[in-house]
């Protein structure tokens, strides 16, 4: 479970529990609903993700919005690591001064620190072998979770592609993969957490549950957990912040936090739900 933190304890004085829980059960309500009413037999590829919908006062400088944020949740979101079709990619570049990261040396390190990978795939064979759409969605479908060396984070939008980034559901975790750091904890870090990349607009989504396999409780953990993760990397913190929402992929958006300011109205204020 990850540390409270002292933005767990403020998203808790400004977002409380039970206002996420509220909003957790209508949408769990509508989407049962949605699920019954299916005619046909729901695809396994179906978004049945909750999101925590961040809205920023203003549009993010492009300094964050480079790269991917992890935020650290509870209750993680993948199967459990050693059921889970795992991808690692490593930077096999060549460098000034270290040696190259191979294939055989991640492979022998894994194996002997316990750390359930399914596959090891090397930056270089990433760019030659997937280039084409049929490929990457190949790749794509393959694997439940996609971690990539730190270094490599912000090339892989180039190589990846909208097959990946469109829609941001399999988005690579980063992982510190130095020689000798602590590659354990790293990907096992990676597997227990969510991800949040800032849009070049102001809204932006951090996957905080699921519709399956997980009960509401959890998910409100997640909930509280994650809206002090996102407010702890966003510019201004709580300051930059108009409001943070729940929702499905294709569902109306619930509130659960907006800006005092942002209520008042010609009629007074309007409460949040």
Request: proline share 6%; charged share 30%; aromatic share 8%.
């Amino acid at each position: 479970m990850a540390p409270v933190t002292s933005g767990d304890n403020q998203s808790k004085q400004r977002i409380p529990r039970d206002t996420v829980r509220k909003a957790l059960i209508s949408l769990i309500k509508w989407k049962r609903k949605q699920v019954s009413d299916q005619k046909e037999p729901i695809s396994g590829d179906v978004d049945d993700f909750i999101y925590l919908l961040l809205t920023l006062k203003k549009i993010p400088n492009k300094d964050f919005t480079k790269s991917p944020n992890k935020i650290p949740i509870p209750h993680s979101l993948q199967t459990s690591p050693e059921f889970s079709r795992s991808c690692l990619i490593i930077d096999d570049r060549p460098k000034p001064n270290s040696q190259k990261l191979t294939v055989e040396f991640a492979d022998k390190k894994i194996k002997s620190l316990g750390i359930p990978i399914s596959k090891i795939l090397k930056l270089s064979k990433l760019k030659s072998d997937y280039r084409s759409f049929e490929s990457k969605m190949e790749l794509l479908n393959s694997f439940d979770i996609f971690l990539a060396d730190r270094r490599v984070i912000d090339m892989l939008p180039g190589i990846l592609g909208k097959v990946f980034y469109k829609n941001k559901r399999k988005i690579p975790v980063p992982v510190e993969l130095k020689r000798d750091g602590d590659w354990k904890e790293e990907i096992e870090m990676g597997f227990c957490c969510s991800l949040l990349w800032l849009s070049k607009g102001t809204c932006s989504v951090v996957k905080v549950g699921k519709f399956e396999g997980m009960d509401v409780e959890e998910i409100v953990d997640n909930v509280v957990a994650a809206v002090g993760g996102v407010v702890e990397v966003v510019p201004k913190k709580w300051v930059g912040v108009k409001s943070f929402h729940l929702k499905f992929f294709d569902s109306l958006a619930l509130p659960i936090y907006q800006r005092k300011e942002d209520l008042i109205r010609e009629n007074g204020i309007t409460k949040v739900f």
